[in-house]
């Protein structure tokens, strides 16, 4: 078995850059007698447009700054947020009414207009889940400046769930005229109606992000659970640090530098956790699904044969070795739709989880054509989650047969190239790696990177699949659970034999914080800041 020791891991990571000192602005704001959460994030803020990139940071930025109509509490229950709603007899007219109080961060009201525009602005996004329901969706129009109707072509069970689903690309409201842009380029502000405002004059990629309390939102008066309640704001200020050394934000953690740290490496927690002024807990609870993508448009992962000789190359646990290291965090899993779930199953998924495939790969790899185009690999240095799987997938490779350049990057780099359908030569990419959290990945419509939409619509890599589109179709059709677990059944039969994405087991991650903080949310889409206090 191949196995990359974690010390070198960190020489490779060394080209990352260094530890980011704590920034004069974050001094000042205690000095002005402002209640400021310091955290450092799992990665590093550069896109903000959480209709762009189904990148978790992104996501979490859209959770501080824009609000949803619709949110979930603990037992996946939909329950309104912005808005209330009523069903028609027949099932094909949706009716949400806005709550009094509503106020973009302009001070403008929020109207029924704007969530219009930004829910057809979600709809086109590259969220599966989101295109679904779009694919159902006759109109979505402003009755009055309050009401919002969402009529269908047929009936279709999943509306509610979809607009309150907690992630990946969520249902955000925005502005009339930001969520007119174009789904393909970025919004040029961050003006939303949630309980913090973004301070741009304080935004320094690489650096910090900035939140305020934004005194004039109007919380539910329902307790704070999972992304639905009250979401109080019970801290003035909330400051992203960057800091890609984690020893260096472990050591500011365990001195009151800073009070939240999301994902501190493995090694470090048993001193953590002798810390008596430190929590640690895992707080997605349902975890993550680790996964490589291929590029489908260009050579030589455009030949289905050299997908499945890459695929037969790799193993889940060298990669999970390498990236979690402790087996009490992870677990091997074949299963697209997650383990543990009504559709797992590990069909397909035998070599990933066996392993010792490497001269069935040779032999796949010289019966395929393949003609020594380099593999070119993403490598995040800066993103703790993501530093193992591109280091071991790349060496597992070589071993086969293949050509591998292996480019290393910050994460945000990753976030911003993988969206580029050019050549590798020109810009673009061969393979990148990533995780979702296991409930963005529980069923074929949630799960984004299943779609096979191809440049239209689909998700980064372009897989173009009818089969798999006739088989979500059908999925979204489908009255019995028995009819689903048959269907999700034949779409991983059909994944695992194109190679749409190659699943590398599920995972963990605990975060940490001092215990000077309260009220810290646990849920599938954290963590989140609101309901968070401090004590001075």
């Given at each position: ?395 597992l490779l070589r071993d086969a047969g293949f050509k591998v350049d292996l480019q290393a990057m910050d994460w945000q780099t990753v976030v911003t190239r993988r969206t580029i359908q050019k050549p590798p030569k020109e810009g673009g990419w061969n393979m990148f790696f990533t995780y979702q959290?296991?409930?963005d990945a529980m069923n074929p419509l949630v799960n984004g990177a299943i779609v096979g939409k191809g440049k239209d619509g689909g998700w980064f890599g372009w897989s173009e699949d009818p089969k798999l589109e006739a088989l979500r179709d059908a999925y979204a059709r489908a009255t019995s659970p028995e009819e ?53």
């Amino acid at each position: 078995m191949f196995h990359v020791s974690r010390r070198k891991l960190l020489k490779f990571a060394a080209v990352a850059p260094g530890a980011v000192a704590l920034p004069a602005a974050w001094t000042s704001a205690v000095a002005a007698g402002k209640k400021t959460l310091t955290a450092v994030m799992q990665s590093d803020l550069r896109v903000t447009d959480p209709g762009f990139t189904t990148a978790i940071i992104t996501r979490d930025h859209g959770y501080m700054v824009y609000d949803t109509l619709l949110g979930i509490d603990s037992s996946f229950k939909v329950r309104p947020q912005m808005a209330d709603w009523t069903i028609s007899d027949d099932k094909l007219t949706y009716t949400f009414t806005l709550r009094d109080g509503l106020k973009w961060h302009d001070g403008a009201p929020v109207a029924a207009e704007d969530c219009v525009a930004s829910l057809k602005r979600w709809g086109g996004s590259v969220d599966g889940m989101a295109r679904k329901l779009m694919d159902f969706t006759a109109s979505i129009e402003a009755a009055d400046s309050k009401t919002i109707v969402l009529k269908l072509k047929e009936p279709y069970g999943l509306v509610l769930e979809t607009i309150a689903k907690p992630s990946s690309i969520v249902a955000f409201m925005m502005p009339k005229r930001l969520a007119e842009t174009p789904v393909s380029k970025q919004i040029p502000e961050q003006i939303g109606s949630g309980p913090f405002r973004f301070v741009a004059s304080e935004f320094q990629p690489g650096v910090k992000v900035v939140y305020e309390k934004n005194t004039d939102y109007v919380p539910r008066k329902e307790p704070a659970e999972w992304t639905s309640g009250g979401k109080v704001a019970r801290v003035d200020r909330v400051e992203w640090i960057t800091m890609p050394d984690a020893q260096t934000a472990l050591n500011a953690l365990q001195s009151g530098d800073v009070d939240f740290v999301e994902t501190p490496p493995f090694d470090f927690l048993p001193a953590l956790e002798s810390n008596p002024d430190i929590n640690v807990s895992i707080l997605n609870k349902f975890g993550f699904q680790s996964f490589g993508r291929m590029n489908f448009l260009h050579p030589p992962f455009d030949n289905v044969k050299i997908r499945r000789a890459a695929m037969l190359a790799i193993n889940q646990k060298d990669v999970l070795d390498a990236q979690i290291g402790n087996p009490k965090y992870y677990k091997l899993c074949g299963a697209f739709f997650i383990c543990d779930t009504p559709l797992a199953s590990d069909e397909g998924g035998e070599t990933l989880i066996k392993g010792n495939n490497l001269a069935a790969a040779k032999k796949a790899l010289a019966e395929s054509g393949y003609d020594g185009t380099p593999v070119v690999i993403l490598a995040p240095t800066d993103q703790i989650l993501l530093k193992a799987q591109p280091v071991v997938v790349a060496q597992l490779l070589r071993d086969a047969g293949f050509k591998v350049d292996l480019q290393a990057m910050d994460w945000q780099t990753v976030v911003t190239r993988r969206t580029i359908q050019k050549p590798p030569k020109e810009g673009g990419w061969n393979m990148f790696f990533t995780y979702q959290g296991a409930a963005d990945a529980m069923n074929p419509l949630v799960n984004g990177a299943i779609v096979g939409k191809g440049k239209d619509g689909g998700w980064f890599g372009w897989s173009e699949d009818p089969k798999l589109e006739a088989l979500r179709d059908a999925y979204a059709r489908a009255t019995s659970p028995e009819e689903q677990k048959k269907i999700a059944l034949d779409v991983q039969k059909e994944a695992y034999d194109q190679v749409i994405y190659v699943p590398l087991g599920q995972f963990q991650a605990p975060s940490a914080w001092r215990k000077s903080l309260s009220g810290v949310i646990d849920g599938p889409a954290t963590p989140m800041f609101w309901n968070v206090d401090k004590k001075e």
